[in-house]
Each structure stands twice: as C-alpha cells, then as structure tokens.
C-alpha cells in the first residue's frame, strides 16, 4: 500500500476515532428526550404559576372565601377544576369599570393640560388620566373638586406620587399638579425603564425654567424701581 495503511486498518481507525451513526443516533436521542423534559417542566411551571395567578384574582375580585394558596401549598383538584371553568367574561366582571373623567373636564382639565402645553398624547389618553386621577379623589389621595371632603383627608400626609411603568408620565404629572395646587407643592417620582420621547419631566423643565425668567424679570423690575 503506498500510504502505508491498508483498508482494514482505514476502518479501524475511523471506528476508533468517530462516532459510529448509532451513537450518533444515540446521542441524538438523548438530546430529544432531555429538550421534551426540560419543555415539559417549564410548561408545568407554567400552567402553576398561571394557575396561581387565577387563584389570587378569584380571592381578590370574584369575592370566592377560599384562601389564597401561598407560594409552596399545592391546588387542590377541586380548586383547579374551579379555577380552569373561568371564563374570560368571568374574569372581566370581577373588575367593575367606571369612568370619572367627566368630573375632572367640567373642573378644566382640558383646558389647564393645554395651557401648560401638557402633551397628554390626545383625547382618549387625556380621558383616561381624568378618569384615574378622579379615581384617586374618590379615594381621598388626591384633593377634592369642590373641596368638602378635605377636612377628612387633612389627616393624612400626602407630598408624594410615584408612577410605575410611567411611560411619558402624564399620570403622574397630572395628578402631582392637581396635588400641588392644593397645598405648598408637590413631589413626582416616574420610575420607567425604557426610553421615551416627550416625557414628563420636559414639561416640568420647561415650568422650572419659564419661573426663573419670571423671578429674574421681577428682580429686574424691582432693581428699575429703585
């Protein structure tokens, strides 16, 4: 043989150093059955947690006595069965829905969004920040519109809001201006992750800067006086 190997030995030495298809095809399998595993048990992990879900919106706003079942206590058979009947018009009537927008407008909602050139990013946006900051009048965190309420809210001390997932943080910017024109001010805190153009705190920029002009043209009108 010219290369020195003759053809027996060229199999054995394939044999010896590559997988035969068998265990290729062995490993293969194996590969399968450990992805289906690890499918299964996430889609296990899952459908708990989804179910666990149900069980804390049922407790909370379907008005079911059962307990909520703590991170580590199992669903009974009978809960499951309970729990995977809901509907999804089940689960819309748990929540009642009422729009208090038209409180806020009548007050000059609009009209004060534009004159402080509030981009509240058109009317449906304007109205469902109306509805939830009449909402949190209702619920005695935000000022009264007439202002008869207050006497019982005054116990309470209230300088803050905070919006989570604030977007552009017109929620925030709106209900923090309604609080601060009842009292001595306002903090607004907007916690949001992503990116956004137009948000809040350009208009608060803007309020701030468009203050020290004033004071500035009132400092300069006293000096003139003099």
């Known amino acids: 043989d010219v290369d020195g190997y003759g053809g027996d030995n060229h199999e054995d030495i394939d044999s010896d150093n590559r997988p035969t ?4 095809s062995n490993d293969n399998e194996d ?9 299964q048990a996430e889609a296990e992990w899952a459908k708990e947690l989804a179910l666990k879900v149900l069980d804390t919106y049922d407790t909370l706003f379907l008005g079911d006595e059962s307990p909520i079942a703590d991170g580590f206590a199992k669903l009974t058979p009978q809960r499951i069965q309970h ?3 809901l509907t999804f018009d089940d689960l819309i009537r748990g929540i009642p829905t009422e729009d208090l927008s038209e409180a806020e407008f009548n007050a000059g909602l609009q009209s004060t969004v ?13 109205r469902q920040i109306g509805s939830l900051v009449g909402h949190l009048r ?8 007439s202002g ?8 309470q001390i209230i300088d803050t809001v905070l919006e989570m997932g604030a977007g552009r943080g017109m929620t925030g910017l709106v209900a923090a201006g309604v609080l601060s024109a009842s009292q001595d001010g306002a903090k607004l ?3 949001e992750r992503a990116g956004t153009r137009g948000k809040g705190d350009t208009t608060i920029r803007r309020a701030i800067e468009a203050k020290k002009q004033r004071d500035r043209s009132n400092g300069s009108e006293g000096n003139s006086s003099k």
Not at 117 to 124: L, N
């Open 21 to 24: 298809k068998r265990t290729r």
């Open 31 to 39: 590969d399968a059955t450990t992805a289906n595993r690890k499918g």
């Open 83 to 85: 729990l995977s009947a």
């Open 114 to 126: 534009s004159a402080q050139k509030i981009r509240a990013g058109g009317p449906k946006h304007l």
């Open 138 to 145: 209702q619920q005695q965190l935000l000022p009264s519109i």
């Open 148 to 155: 008869e309420d207050d006497n019982e809210r005054s116990e």
């Open 189 to 191: 805190i907007m916690v």
